[in-house]
């Protein structure tokens, strides 16, 4: 079944697109929820400019996200922390902790699921990719301190 996509569905498409499905996953899920409609041409008219107003906000999402990049490429976020013995970390320093303290310093959210770290149990100097959007990414500096 031929359906017209009026919201953004991660796998099938944007807003726009008239796409191929099976019966069931139109009928049961994207016509109920609202995320499709049947490829009318009045409908096909009526979301074209839905579909022109789309692709300028991915644009505009794009040169934010690389705007964001480049405050990000080498900025250096320090932590301090509890030690214990050999500069062990009684709590480590978390994706979480990273992406409260970007949204805090630079006032940009970023999903806390996509910045690639490894786990930081002692105090030292680390680096950590965050991705921003799709393939706009930067590298950013950790350094975890001993607290007093």
Known sequence: MKVLLIQEVP????????????NGYARNYLLPK????????????????LR????????????????????????????ARRVHDEDKLYAGVRPQELAKEIETRFEEKVD???????????VGAY????GIYEDISAEVKIVVTPSS
């Open 112 to 122: 806390p699921e996509r910045i690639a770290m490894d786990a930081i149990e002692t």
């Open 34 to 49: 609202r995320m499709a409609v049947p490829p009318t041409q009045h409908e096909m008219t009526r979301y074209a400019k």
């Open 127 to 130: 680096t950590a990719r965050v």
């Open 11 to 22: 796998k099938l498409g944007v807003p726009g697109d008239v796409v191929d499905v099976k």
């Open 52 to 79: 022109e107003q789309y692709q300028r906000e991915l644009a505009d999402r794009r040169t934010r996200s690389q705007m964001l990049a480049e405050k990000l490429q080498g900025a250096e976020f320090t932590f």
